[in-house]
Nanobody, 116 residues
Framework: QVQLVESGGALVRPGGSLTLSCTASGFTFSQSPMSWYRQAPGKGREWVARISMHSTFRNYLDSVEGRFTISRDDAENTVYLRMNDLKPEDTAVYLC?????????WGQGTQVTVSS
């Protein structure tokens, strides 16, 4: 069974840092590009970052470039999102995503709240 399970969301103060994890199972993780999306209250889902196979390429939403870092550990079937200098506008449910044979595959999400 294909599964993506996120963890690491929390309440954090502006300027703080957080690392999210997404652990995959049921497919060949090392051969799958992985992405993080987020969905803020009352808004649509927004792409945040993507990492290719072998970590060759990493791409970011402009507003998180320089603050967020996506990485992967193929031995652990896990993709990470390190978030620094968090801002209130980063508040959202963060979701892990991959496409398997054209099929969208999502995790359940983890809540990140940035507030003083």
């Amino acid at each position: 069974q294909v599964q993506l399970v996120e963890s690491g969301g929390a309440l954090v103060r502006p300027g703080g840092s957080l690392t999210l994890s997404c652990t995959a199972s049921g497919f060949t993780f090392s051969q799958s590009p992985m992405s993080w999306y987020r969905q803020a209250p009352g808004k649509g889902r927004e792409w945040v970052a993507r990492i290719s196979m072998h970590s060759t390429f990493r791409n970011y939403l402009d507003s998180v470039e320089g603050r967020f870092t996506i990485s992967r550990d193929d031995a652990e079937n896990t993709v990470y999102l390190r978030m620094n200098d968090l801002k209130p506008e980063d508040t959202a449910v963060y979701l892990c995503y991959t496409s398997l044979n054209g099929q969208d595959t999502w995790g359940q999400g983890t809540q990140v709240t940035v507030s003083s």
